[in-house]
């Protein structure tokens, strides 16, 4: 395994130099701004995800603001920015936020792990990038770099506490260059030591990488593979709620009744009923209240 002062001594140069310019890089951004986008950036691309973040902070600058609300707001507001449990789940970690800590998101990992929504990637990103604690932090990305740089392999394998413990031996000792390092893995998987195509020659630690010196074989990818979207459940999800965003209300029958799959609508309808992100009375649906 590559020491962590030559790898962190590459990337954090490297990272000051070329990383994107995102709202939540900006100084001051705020933990309730970070945690707002890391919530949406689950599984949804940064392009995506810039705009709605500013409208969201634009109308809920603070937890509380957001807790104020009901929450057919946040999921009206998040809009087709996908996987709306999300939406459901930032209101209640900010009725929670509001409720057990002041209206302050807290610091702490296990404070953060507690609240609605939030796995261990996120709390960790939220110690470490609003409140510059050391902690690693993984996410996929970073997980393709150490599965090349650590372990010499194409692609990384399912997550396991293995990766914070990976991160962990390439962190430098203090807080603010833990940090930036965190970011810099990222950063370095996310535009240069990419998934399909990675741009090696231009790689800061090309001479460090275990799998560039094992000749770059291909090895076997385990990761799980999306569903289709096209004429998926989560399709027909995100119609009926569409149909409720903009409608505000529709009786059960009158929502998307033109799906292709009437078994399909019925399902995707009884679905977000399960998950909360649609109520029922007498037969008329709505986003909760």
């Avoid at 600058?61 to 996987?83: F, I, K």
């Amino acid at each position: 395994m590559p020491s962590a002062p030559p790898v962190a001594e590459r990337l954090t140069p490297w990272y000051e130099g070329a990383r994107r310019d995102l709202p939540w890089r900006a100084p001051g951004f705020g933990a309730w701004g970070v945690l707002v986008s890391e919530f949406m950036l689950q599984q949804t691309p940064v392009a995506r995800v810039i705009p709605r973040l500013e409208a969201w902070l634009e109308r809920w600058p603070t937890p509380t603001a957001l807790a104020a609300d009901p929450p057919a707001e946040a999921v009206r507001q998040w809009a087709n920015l996908g996987y709306p449990r999300r939406a459901l789940w930032l209101h209640r970690a900010a009725v929670e936020i509001r409720d057990r800590h002041a209206g302050e998101v807290p610091r702490d990992v296990d404070a953060l792990l507690a609240l609605t929504g939030i796995g261990d990637y996120t709390a960790r990103a939220v110690a470490a990038f609003a409140y510059g604690d050391r902690h690693p932090v993984v996410d996929t990305n970073t997980r393709r770099v150490i599965a090349r740089a650590v372990h010499g392999l194409a692609q990384p394998g399912a997550p396991s506490r293995r990766d914070l413990d990976d991160m962990e031996a390439l962190l430098p000792p203090d807080d603010a260059g833990a940090a930036v390092m965190n970011a810099a893995a990222m950063e370095l998987g996310a535009v240069i030591c990419t998934a399909r195509s990675p741009r090696c020659g231009e790689c800061p630690v090309r001479d460090l990488c275990a799998w560039v010196r094992a000749g770059s074989p291909e090895t076997p990818d385990v990761r799980r593979r999306q569903a289709r979207y096209e004429g998926s459940d989560r399709q027909a999800r995100g119609a009926v709620l569409r149909a409720l965003r903009e409608a505000g209300s529709l009786p059960h029958e009158a929502v998307i009744p033109d799906w292709p799959d009437a078994l399909q609508r019925d399902r995707a309808i009884l679905t977000l009923l399960d998950d909360g992100l649609v109520e029922s009375e007498d037969g008329v649906l709505h986003l909760p209240r």
